[in-house]
């Protein structure tokens, strides 16, 4: 899109709704310059044309922070776009690049394709970057540092978290939590995330076995009581006590259908669902909508924009989020 509508300041006209709410945090997608999505960034200091400018950024953290609602933004460091700078340089100066090896490159002179390098999934578009190289580490900490530093940002949700090489979180947490110790490093993973949350990387994780044990029994109703129990139980020896209160726990994200979706539009399952969520020990996050009734398959059905005419919202789901 060529529209350069400031789409963050939409977000600053919405904080009276997140406040009411009581959300305390708000985690962003990817806002970087990016060639198509955000997940394939081309610079990582600059807001994404499409949704405003720096200053536009700046103006929104100081708005969420004198409301008391933190921020949290999306690294993508696993990968980047086509258009980086790094990866352009590899492409023209081929073998004679310094930057050769912050990518894994299996076939010069490197082409658009994924039998040049690795990528994500055999995708062309998302150069994989070679995390264990010490140059790329450090670039990955400097973007960490200048967010938090210049825009005072709260954390990271941190890409893949498990597919970087781990020594960028050691080094990220020891660099980071001695300027800012109440900085949050929270990483997405699919599995158990024990390893993430030893001490030494992570402060949580996207904790999707708990989703995934939510939706078989609230929403697909595919697992009993007996089950349900036991699969939780299982889930939770894998943390101790001070794990579990720091776990992140969704019912659903950008990356999975809406719960609503998946209850087949019975909200007295959703709102079953969603009590239990805020009950449990960890963290509940909603995902944008979820309140208000939206719904929809996975990606791109579950990105839809957020509804913000009165009359198409569930205000009974509303007042029951609001409650919990």
């Known amino acids: 899109s060529e529209n350069t509508e400031n789409r963050l300041k939409k977000i600053e006209d919405a904080i009276p709704h997140i406040k009411e709410m009581g959300f305390n945090a708000i985690y962003f997608g990817p806002v970087f310059q990016s060639v198509a999505h955000g997940y394939d960034t081309v610079d990582y200091t600059k807001i994404d044309s499409r949704l405003g400018t720096n200053a536009d950024f700046a103006a929104l953290c100081k708005k969420l922070h004198e409301n008391g609602i933190k921020v949290i933004l999306d690294g993508v460091f696993n990968h980047v776009g086509r258009g980086f700078w790094a990866f352009r340089d590899v492409q023209e100066k081929k073998w004679d690049s310094p930057y050769k090896d912050w990518f894994i490159v299996t076939d010069f002179p490197v082409t658009l394709s994924h039998h040049s390098y690795e990528c994500v999934g055999a995708y062309k578009w998302m150069p994989k970057l070679n995390t264990s190289n010490r140059e790329v580490r450090d670039f990955v900490l400097s973007v960490m540092d200048y967010w938090i530093d210049k ?73 009993d009581a007996a089950d349900f129990d036991g699969r939780l139980n299982h889930m939770l020896a894998e943390y101790p006590e001070e794990m579990q209160q720091a776990l992140y726990n969704p019912l659903d994200s950008h990356d999975t259908e809406r719960f609503l979706y998946l209850c087949g539009g019975d ?26 009734g939206m ?30």
């Open 295 to 324: 719904t929809g398959a996975n990606d791109p059905d579950c990105r839809g924009a957020f509804i913000w005419e009165k009359e198409k919202q569930d205000e009974k789901l509303l007042r029951w989020y609001r409650r919990l």
């Open 151 to 223: 825009f005072h940002i709260d954390g990271w949700r941190l890409d893949v978290s498990d597919e970087v090489d781990g020594s960028v979180w050691t080094q990220a947490r020891t660099f980071l939590k001695e300027k800012y110790p109440d900085c949050l490093l929270l990483g997405e993973t699919w599995g158990s995330g024990r390893k993430l949350m030893l001490g030494n990387q992570m402060d949580s994780i996207m904790n999707y076995i708990f989703r995934d044990i939510v939706r078989d029994f609230f929403a697909a109703e595919s697992i």
């Open 267 to 292: 909200k007295r399952r959703f709102r079953l669902a969603a009590a239990f969520q805020f009950v449990f020990p960890g963290s509940p996050v909603i995902y944008y909508g979820d309140e208000i």
